[in-house]
């Protein structure tokens, strides 16, 4: 699977949107970019996931470039409740397993 | 959603002796299972996959005789950690693929420290 690249933290303020990259830029075809979060001591938690495609769910929205060599998070409203670490994973389809980088450590200041 | 639950969520013991988490999928059967673990500040490392009716995948590093894994049914996995030791103290986390194929359900995992 391919490697990606996140910033190490960032912070956003409360109820604004929260935009967190990833670089995928050895991404192969076959491949779709995953979003997970992890709140601190707990396991993480599938946001979104995406081939091509623009992406919309409750939770979020995901931004992939033309070229797919990058993708964006979107988290439209930013609550405190979002602090997480934020993992952004290349995995290709059929194969079930997860390998996690080092991901972002999103704030949300009130 | 699916629901993966691990058994004990802390525990303690000391220096030698062994200990046995368990990952159960609630409402929806795995006949795969992955084991992870997590330093503090740290990210998941996948340490095996757990495979119902056959012997578990390590990933390169992992001690298959310090870590046994038994995925017993099509709901149950466990991690044996043997013989453990202060190093093997850590945030042990297992999850499940749904039946989705882009699903996976994590547990909530396990602090284990060894004293």
């Known amino acids: 699977d391919a490697k990606t690249t996140q910033p190490p933290s960032m912070d956003c303020a409360e109820g604004r949107a929260a935009n967190l990259p990833c670089n995928h830029s050895?991404?192969?075809?076959?491949?779709?970019v995953y979003w997970y979060r992890q709140i601190h001591s707990q396991g993480p938690q599938y946001i979104i996931h995406g081939l091509k495609n623009n992406e919309t769910n409750e939770m979020a929205s995901l931004i992939i470039t033309e070229d797919r060599k990058s993708s964006t998070l979107i988290l439209p409203h930013a609550t405190l409740r979002d602090t997480a670490v934020y993992y952004c994973?290349?995995?290709?389809?059929?194969?079930?397993?997860?390998?996690f980088g080092t991901g972002t450590r999103l704030t949300i200041i009130p | 959603g699916a629901v993966v639950s691990q058994h004990p969520s802390r525990v303690i013991c000391k220096s030698g002796t062994s200990v046995k988490i368990e990952c159960r999928s609630l409402d929806f059967q795995a006949t795969t299972m992955f084991w992870y673990r997590q330093f503090p500040k740290k990210s998941l490392m996948l340490m095996a996959t757990s495979n119902e009716g056959s012997k578990a995948t390590y990933e390169q590093g992992v001690e298959k005789d310090k870590f046994l894994i038994n995925h017993a049914s099509l709901t149950l996995s466990t991690l044996t950690v043997t013989s453990a030791h202060p190093e093997d103290s850590s945030f042990y986390i297992c999850s499940a693929p749904g039946v989705s194929s882009y699903e996976q359900y994590f547990g909530p995992g396990t602090r284990l420290t060894v004293t």
């Open positions: 050895t991404i192969s075809g076959n491949e779709y």
């Open positions: 994973i290349v995995r290709g389809f059929g194969n079930e397993k997860l390998t």
